[in-house]
């Protein structure tokens, strides 16, 4: 079973650019979340997708970041205009259940530099 | 305020040594906790999930014990070795919803 992956690994954009970045989860797998860690930072949680809808995205820093997920499949985060304190690791999740057993399954991460 | 603690930030044992990692919370009203390795450059490895309702989990050489009286959780590692090198994270589910708040981490190094 494929896991969780993302796209791109690693992106280096200049300030004020665009950046998307894309996460497949588990197939089958309704419960989609984003986090990110800064450098020297705790990872912390940006927004959690139940199938297409977004349940809580009180993690999401402004309106600068734009997550979608059409169809309940895959998801896209995107970032415009990018500032220089955007940069660190995004890594998404997915799980099966909700309730007590909710067992997250991470991604590898992209890593976002921005200059 | 809800935040999860993870002391020490690294430790480097002997191989083949028994060890224990420290997660503390400060609300003992979680849902369920999970502990996860990352290793350099990859993404997290789930390792063992706790529901609030469970005192602990083992799988192999791993053992995750839960007292949400004193707001703690350990992490006990039989038998350490080389491979077992890593950052191990704890993060809890204070909400219900999957939400997950993150320790900073403890980075392992087992020496051969």
């Known amino acids: 079973e494929a896991g969780v992956t993302q796209f791109p690994s690693h992106s280096v954009i200049e300030k004020g650019q665009t950046v998307t970045l894309r996460c497949d989860p588990i197939?089958?797998?309704?419960?989609l979340y984003w986090y990110r860690r800064v450098m020297g930072k705790e990872i912390k949680f940006l927004l959690h997708?139940?199938?297409?809808?977004?349940?809580?995205e009180s993690g999401m820093p402004n309106n600068r970041f734009l997550a979608e997920r059409t169809g309940g499949t895959y998801s896209t985060l995107k970032v415009q205009p990018a500032e220089l304190e955007d940069s660190g690791v995004y890594f998404c999740?997915?799980?099966?259940?909700?309730?007590?057993?909710?067992?997250?399954?991470f991604g590898p991460g992209t890593r976002l530099t921005v200059l | 305020k809800q935040e999860v603690t993870q002391i020490p930030a690294a430790l480097s044992v002997p191989e083949g040594e028994n060890l224990v990692l420290n997660c503390s919370f400060t609300?003992?009203?979680?849902?369920?906790l999970q502990w996860f390795r990352q290793d350099p450059g990859k993404g997290l490895t789930s390792l063992l999930l706790?529901?609030?309702?469970?005192r602990e989990q083992t799988s192999g050489r791993l053992n995750a014990s839960l007292d949400k009286s004193s707001g703690r959780s350990t992490l006990y590692i039989a038998a350490s070795q080389p491979g077992d090198s890593a950052t191990y994270l704890c993060?809890?589910?204070?909400?219900?919803?999957?939400?997950?708040?993150f320790g900073q981490g403890t980075e392992l190094s087992v020496k051969p």
């Open positions: 609300d003992s009203a979680i849902y369920n």
């Open positions: 993060a809890v589910d204070y909400n219900q919803g999957g939400k997950l708040i």
């Open positions: 197939s089958g797998h309704d419960n």
């Open positions: 997708f139940v199938k297409e809808s977004k349940q809580d």
């Open positions: 999740a997915s799980s099966l259940l909700a309730g007590p057993n909710n067992e997250q399954f």
């Open positions: 706790i529901q609030s309702s469970q």
